[in-house]
């Protein structure tokens, strides 16, 4: 079984600065993937981005990137030059073996002009 | 196309009504997944279909009951329903099973509505 901890129920930023978003996780497994999803007011979930367990470099995704430290099984989030339609909820994911997403409890994250 | 359709966007239905929710994707992705969504929750997983077969129920109420008639449709047949299972419904689909790490695509969901 997996569990997810998102902390930060709520985040803000102002536009063009940089936040991090903090994922804490368990898992018993040795691969696995980590995903950041987030949920805009559209509804729609949205893959933002993917780490594979196995590999130390760390994910980027133009601004987005990841600092994965797998000792301490923690997955955070860093959106740089923040724009007004990065607001959304964030929810961070681990998958494996049981082939589902576990999604923690997601941060909001409010982009202030 | 990358698109997860969902129809309708949105039901409101009475406790002795059946209804069907639909999710259709043609990105000929073999897993599909629906999943329940409370205000400001996270997503809960209730089924997976691999290869068009049930892989994964996740001990949810007989009242929900999916069906996949084929690789790119996935019902989800409601009868009977309580008010608290009012909630936003959400349906993805992946390549395989995201175990892969594969990307999953999520529709817009179905916000629903038990009166």
């Known amino acids: 079984a997996q569990t997810v901890t998102q902390s930060q129920p709520e985040m803000s930023v102002q536009e063009a600065e940089t936040v991090t978003l903090s994922c804490t996780y368990d898992t018993s497994e040795s691969d696995y993937y980590l995903f950041w999803y987030k949920q805009p007011p559209s509804r729609q979930m949205i893959l933002v981005i993917r780490q594979e367990a196995y590999k130390q470099q760390n994910a980027t995704e133009n601004r987005f990137s990841v600092n994965f430290q797998k000792a301490a099984k923690s997955f955070s989030l860093k959106i740089s030059d923040s724009q007004l339609g990065d607001a959304a909820m964030y929810f961070c994911a681990p998958s494996g073996s049981a082939r589902q997403l576990t999604f923690g409890s997601g941060t909001q994250l409010t982009v202030l002009p | 196309d990358t698109e997860v359709t969902q129809t309708p966007k949105h039901l409101v239905m009475g406790m002795t009504n059946k209804k069907s929710l639909k999710c259709e994707q043609h990105m000929g992705h073999r897993a599909m997944y629906w999943y329940k969504q409370k205000a400001k929750k996270p997503p809960e997983l209730m089924f997976v279909?691999?290869?068009?077969?049930?892989?994964i129920n996740e001990s949810v109420p007989s009242r929900f009951s999916p069906e996949c008639p084929n690789s790119s449709l996935l019902n989800l047949h409601l009868h009977a329903l309580q008010p608290e299972d009012s909630a936003l419904y959400l349906c993805?689909?992946?390549?395989?099973?995201?175990?892969?790490?594969?990307?999953?695509?999520f529709g817009q969901g179905t916000r629903l509505t038990v009166v």
């Open positions: 993805a689909s992946s390549q395989e099973t995201v175990f892969g790490g594969t990307e999953a695509f």
């Open positions: 279909y691999s290869y068009e077969k049930l892989s």
